[in-house]
């Protein structure tokens, strides 16, 4: 099985809210990864976990906030966010080292 | 560090016609190398890696890669296009710990 779930598909939010984004695997992978993807443009990485400790933060931020509660499950929580922010987030998952990353289908995110 | 180019933003091929799509890479260290496919609203979908072992790889969907390292390409090759294989495809390069690091795609159009 090499299924990586995002919930939900799509979020609307307004510039005062508090949301989340929910990224699950169970491949046994031990990297985990958020990135950002504008239309027509290669995704960009935000964040990756490895062995669920923070590893590396493209300078993204503060009102983007990573949490891996364990080594399945990997969360966005997103607060005070602007317009320009309105994207496809997409998470992933890998060994951890060079190697091909699986990624989900991604949570369009609107912000008003 | 590690960077690829793809030449062309944009191919457009007839259906039945060989697609070529090129990618060229720089990497300080042996790359390990990877296409993606992404279709519409959706996330990336892997369709090949090659990680030194044969220098012919081949993917899903028919598609395949040659790596050369005298040129520093892996160009992705398909001998007969489909109407489904209309989508954007991503090189990608890894040359070492956990980062991706893409190309800026190559929207592929395939014609009647």
């Known amino acids: 099985d090499t299924e990586v779930t995002q919930t939900p598909k799509h979020l609307v939010m307004g510039m005062t809210n508090k949301k989340s984004l929910k990224c699950e695997q169970h491949m046994g992978h031990r990297a985990m990864y958020w990135y950002k993807q504008k239309a027509k443009k290669p995704p960009e990485l935000m964040f990756v976990?490895?062995?669920?400790?923070?590893?590396i933060n493209e300078s993204v931020p503060s009102r983007f906030s990573p949490e891996c509660p364990n080594s399945s499950l990997l969360n966005l929580h997103l607060h005070a966010l602007q317009p320009e922010d309105s994207a496809l987030y997409l998470c992933?998952?890998?060994?951890?080292?060079?190697?091909?990353?699986?990624f989900g289908p991604g949570t369009r995110l609107t912000v008003t | 560090a590690q960077s690829v180019t793809q030449l062309g933003s944009h191919v457009s091929v007839s259906e039945g016609a060989l697609v070529l799509l090129r990618c060229n890479y720089s990497s300080s260290v042996p790359p390990y190398l990877f296409w993606y496919v992404q279709y519409p609203n959706q996330g990336l979908q892997l369709l090949l890696k090659?990680?030194?072992?044969?220098?012919l790889v081949k993917g899903i969907n028919g598609f395949e890669a040659e790596f050369k390292k005298s040129e520093t390409s892996f160009h992705l090759t398909k001998p007969s296009a489909h109407m489904s294989d209309a989508a954007e495809y991503f090189c990608a390069v890894a040359g070492g710990g956990n980062k991706l690091t893409f190309g800026t795609g190559t929207q592929l159009k395939v014609e009647l």
């Open positions: 992933a998952s890998s060994q951890d080292g060079p190697y091909e990353q699986y």
């Open positions: 090659y990680t030194s072992a044969a220098t």
């Open positions: 976990y490895s062995y669920e400790k923070l590893s």
